[in-house]
T-cell receptor, first 114, second 114 residues
């Protein structure tokens, strides 16, 4: 069975500071990994994904994540936070490329202060 | 359509009433998924459709929950005899055949049972 752990239900940063949101996963097969962002009263928007190949993945809005198999991690980073980055972020894992459900972490609320 | 459309966006219902939630997937997407997002539980998978059939109903929490899909397009999630613990945001996602891990999500239906 697959699972996802996101460390920290809330992360607070100042505008311009580094953003680091942590995600660790458990999977019995090579995983596909995702980060989604959810703004208030909206659905989930895909930020970035890792399927195969390069382990450093770049996404939208300046975010990136690195797949580290030895650490079973897929942490999300952004060098400089903007106020508009304030939202809830979800890490997710799936185990196959055909039919697959997503298993989500509990989410991390990112708070950005001026 | 251009995106996944869900209706209503908000629904308040009295305990014990039945509710129907609708999802209109992206045109051409044969796979359709329902998830539930509730406080303290995060995002949970409910049911998956491939065309009109539902090979995986493993996430439905009780027999009060059912779903159908007609014409390989619109899906309806029905909750009978609603309980307060059913209050949550119900999210629908769709994907192309063979690309199940690339979900596109709708904005969700916020259900409040009073």
């Amino acid at each position: 069975a697959q699972s996802v752990t996101q460390l920290g239900s809330h992360v607070s940063v100042s505008e311009g500071a580094l953003v680091l949101l942590r995600c660790n996963y458990s999977s019995s097969v090579p995983p596909y990994l995702f980060w989604y962002v959810q703004y208030p009263n909206q659905g989930l928007q895909l930020l970035l994904k890792y399927t195969t190949g390069a382990t450093l993945v770049k996404g939208i809005n300046g975010f990136e994540a690195e797949f580290k198999k030895s650490e079973t991690s897929f942490h999300l980073t952004k060098p400089s936070a903007h106020m508009s980055d304030a939202a809830e972020y979800f890490c997710a894992v799936s185990e196959s490329s055909g039919y697959s459900t997503l298993t989500f972490g509990k989410g991390t609320m990112l708070l950005v202060s001026p | 359509g251009a995106g996944v459309s869900q209706s209503p966006s908000n629904k308040v219902t009295e305990k014990g009433k039945d509710v129907e939630l609708r999802c209109d997937p992206i045109s051409g997407h044969t796979a359709l998924y329902w998830y539930r997002q509730s406080l303290g539980q995060g995002l949970e998978f409910l049911i998956y459709f491939q065309g009109n059939s539902a090979p995986d109903k493993s996430g439905l929490p009780s027999d009060r929950f059912s779903a159908e899909r007609t014409g390989g397009s619109v899906s309806t999630l029905t909750i009978q005899r609603t309980q307060q613990e059913d209050s949550a945001v119900y999210l629908c996602a769709s994907s192309l055949a063979g690309q199940g891990h690339f979900h596109t999500f709708g904005s969700g239906t916020r259900l409040t049972v009073v």
